[in-house]
């Protein structure tokens, strides 16, 4: 049994005071006054042990990294009637990009982009009786956490500030890939993006990730099968047009928000998330992805 509790503090403390942390995302004006020196690691075993280290029970907003709930909870409810409105391609542009969705006729690359992940939130809008209420009821059950909420005033400000989203969302709807409102669906997306979370929660919500289905509570919420697809998007797809970087040097399926948090899993094995809103070039954390990568290259735990 390898020491992980040992493992994480000495990755925190070999980065906790590396000066080139990358740049907080200033875009959203309601993250840009983040601490860029947070820096917090959890780590939990599939047989249930824990470890952390900083500040992993600081809340921070999951931004992208909430795209993987609401896959999961429109592949539960549709099941694979879904791919019909997208693909499964690393689009090997930004996150943001528009060009590709015109050349594509409105059928975004992925669910991870942002046209993707637009489309799949019409999907909610459309499936759900109370889309906002049952999508955070989802991820509460997830994490076996009743205190996970939606911040209210970073979902306010992304809808201040979302025009390339407007855009994307309005270009969807003239290819007919859009079936509700522009302004409905971009609300609930904007609050889905706005999901505030710790490390902790977050690796207790991906749990079933890594457990075929099931959560930490023993319920199935989606089959094998499911998860096993969700998990090769997340390799593929989950870290914007940096995704085979971090398979290279990392080599785990995962997926990243521009707040800063990445979260990662081992199938079978573990889950890990990191924090720290310092963004590389690419929008991913900086010192996250450096911790992750030590992470799987002292411990020798990856997919390959």
Known sequence: MQDFQQIINT??????????????ANYIPELSHID????????????GES????????????QSISKVFALSK???????????????EPSGDPFNQL??????????????????????ADILVSQ???????????????????????????????????????????????????ENDVDTVLDFYFHQCAIEMNCEQLTNAFYLFANHGTCLQNKQWLSASQIKRINAIMLTCGFYDEAGEFAFEVGLPGKSGVGGGIVALLPNNLVISTWSPGLNPRGNSKIGMQALEAFTTKTKLSIF
């Open 128 to 178: 759900l009786e109370n889309p906002k209420e049952d999508l955070i009821q989802f991820v509460r059950d997830l994490a076996n956490d009743q205190t996970i909420d939606y911040n209210l005033e970073v979902a306010a400000s992304e809808k201040a500030t979302g025009f390339n989203n407007f855009a994307a969302a309005n270009l969807l709807k003239s290819f007919r890939n859009l």
């Open 11 to 24: 990755i925190h403390t070999d980065l906790k005071n590396e000066i080139d942390r990358g740049l907080v």
């Open 99 to 120: 060009s590709l969705l015109e050349l594509e006729n409105g059928i975004p690359r992925n669910p991870f982009i942002n046209s993707g992940a637009i489309v799949i």
């Open 74 to 88: 429109a592949f539960q409810l549709q099941g694979d009637a879904l791919w019909k409105r997208m693909d499964v």
């Open 51 to 62: 470890f952390s280290v900083g500040e992993s029970h600081v809340p921070f907003s999951i």
């Open 36 to 47: 860029a020196k947070n820096f917090g690691i959890h780590l939990k075993l599939i047989s």
